[in-house]
């Protein structure tokens, strides 16, 4: 597996987004919904990488500058077709080291509340993230789930 910093240009990661975006709007009322479309993930202030085996697309995650000092993990996704590999665990570790290296305190996430989400809910437990209040710009929400994970040594 190989994860690169993406310019966000392969048809592949279109798609994958799209997925992406359609199943939180599957999943949760549209009001709820906090994932970034193409053109928003294209902001200056997050990094986007995606995991690739060979030609075919297995994972993608993005990492959001809240200030110098905290980040917001972001647009954590695999394939339906491609979940249980792995890709999720080894992109999020790559976002967290990327995250350290920057020097960040804290890094931060929001997911969803649903059944549907504890698997990811799970990994991101597994690495050391533990619920917390709302952060940045996000109010309290049933729908929604806020993690966090102090990077201090």
């Excluded at 994958?16 to 479309?37: G, K, N």
């Excluded at 085996?53 to 993608?60: A, S, Y």
């Amino acid at each position: 597996m190989k994860i690169v910093t993406d310019d966000l240009t392969h048809p592949a990661i279109h798609a994958l987004l799209a997925e992406h975006l359609q199943s939180m709007y599957e999943q949760s009322p549209r009001e709820s919904v906090h994932a970034l479309d193409l053109e928003r993930l294209r902001d200056p202030s997050i990094t986007f990488w995606s995991a690739w085996d060979g030609d075919q697309l297995l994972g993608c995650g993005a990492l959001r500058e809240l200030d110098p000092a905290h980040g917001e993990i972001k647009s954590m996704r695999t394939p339906n077709a491609l979940r249980r590999r792995g890709a999720g665990r080894a992109l999020l570790a790559h976002i967290i080291n990327e995250a350290r290296e920057r020097g960040y305190q804290r890094l931060y996430l929001e997911t969803g509340s649903m059944e549907s989400f504890r698997p990811a809910q799970q990994l991101y437990e597994s690495a050391g993230f533990t619920p917390c209040a709302p952060f940045g710009d996000y109010k309290e929400d049933r729908h929604s789930v806020f993690m966090t994970k102090s990077l201090r040594p």
